[in-house]
């Protein structure tokens, strides 16, 4: 798998960031320890279907989402979870369970939880299970054009 899509969108719009390279971890919080990074840093990627679309959570590694919660602050029944199959077909250049949370790259809204909008720095899957890329969150907000919403997690 390659990360050459997002690391050319970081370098044609000026973003410095650093690129972490590490053993193969598959859940975020083990991401999160491979490459050094606080769990509350580490922005987890979440691929949901919204009313049927498509569409990017992004959390922190330490934080899990409640369906029902979302499913009330969209004001739909219509939230579920992405299966594998969906995810490879959406993220085709990506091993599936690392997304970068650049929907916007993939044709995908994407929702931040509000916690993630608070920290100077992210670091997230670089789109394979061995390599974590870590910038200013400014530069994600000005990219990735999230919506900050209050995530009610556990």
Known sequence: MT?????????ANGVKYVSIQHSPAYTASEVAASAHVAGRDFAKTVVVRIDGRPALLVLPATRRLLLHELREMFETEEVK????????????DCEVGAMPPFGNLYGMEV???????????????AGTHTEVIKLKYEDFDRLAKPRIIDLVTT
């Open 111 to 125: 929702h931040v939880a509000a916690s993630l909008a608070c920290e100077r720095e992210i670091a997230f899957n």
């Open 3 to 11: 990360t050459n899509r997002l690391k050319a969108f970081l370098d």
């Open 81 to 92: 979870l992405a299966t594998e199959s969906e995810i490879r077909d959406l993220f085709p």
